[in-house]
């Protein structure tokens, strides 16, 4: 029983958490990341202040707060071993991207592909923004280089895994803002594959291939 009402709590934690979100980025794109403050943000979703910070402690954390990390590296987690570094990255950052925009057309606006690309825009051109962006890349980049497992103990392995993972990302990135540009037009993770393509020579980066 105490189990169900902790699942329950979560559940109307995350639900909380997502709707504070979705207000908040709305309103930044609206009005201005700087324009905005957190008791606008607390009015149109509905709760106190204190609410919105002990969801979100920064005003930063409202808009580069998210579980892609967790997402990708399940994926990362799942795949063998026996892949190349960058196939079992690559893949994984591709298949987390189709998840992410599967909700393209849903009512909820905290997974809805309208809210991440107005997310996305707001780290590529807030300079608030920017500098906790690339800290939430190194943070993805070491939760890559953890779901690896035991092909990091050693030093040789872990320098790898953080070359591969770094690499990965900076191309992501590359198809990140290309999909920002092109107003989400062209499917997110053949974006991905096709930058990853680009970058490694590797045609066969595609969710659920074999390896």
């Known amino acids: 029983m105490m189990e ?3 699942t329950l709590r979560e559940q109307r934690r995350a639900e909380t958490q997502r709707t504070i979100q979705a207000h908040a980025v709305r309103l930044f794109t609206e009005r201005g990341y700087d324009a905005t403050a957190i008791n606008d943000v607390a009015d149109a979703a509905g709760v ?21 990390r967790q997402l990708i590296a ?10 190349p ?11 987390a991207a189709a998840t992410l925009t599967s909700g ?3 009512p909820d606006l905290a997974t809805s592909e309208q809210f991440l690309l107005d997310r996305l825009r ?3 051109s807030t300079p608030a923004l920017r500098a906790k962006h690339l800290d939430n890349y190194y943070a993805l980049q070491q939760a890559i280089v ?7 103990t050693e030093p040789d392995a872990a320098f790898h895994a953080h070359a591969a993972a770094s690499a990965c990302l900076a191309t992501m990135h590359t198809a990140l ?15 991905i594959a096709a930058a990853l393509a680009a970058a490694f020579g590797d045609d066969d980066l595609t969710p659920g291939a074999d390896g």
């Open 4 to 6: 169900r009402h902790s």
């Open 48 to 68: 106190s202040p204190m609410t919105v910070y002990r969801h979100f402690p920064t005003k930063e954390d409202l808009v580069l707060v998210d579980q892609h």
């Open 74 to 83: 399940e994926r990362i987690a799942a795949s063998s071993p026996a892949q």
């Open 85 to 95: 570094l960058v196939r079992r990255i690559g893949r994984a950052l591709i298949e």
């Open 104 to 106: 393209r057309r849903t």
């Open 122 to 124: 707001l780290m590529i």
């Open 146 to 152: 953890d779901a690896l497992g035991d092909d990091t």
């Open 177 to 191: 803002v290309r999909w920002a540009e092109d107003d989400g037009k062209t499917d997110l993770s053949t974006l």
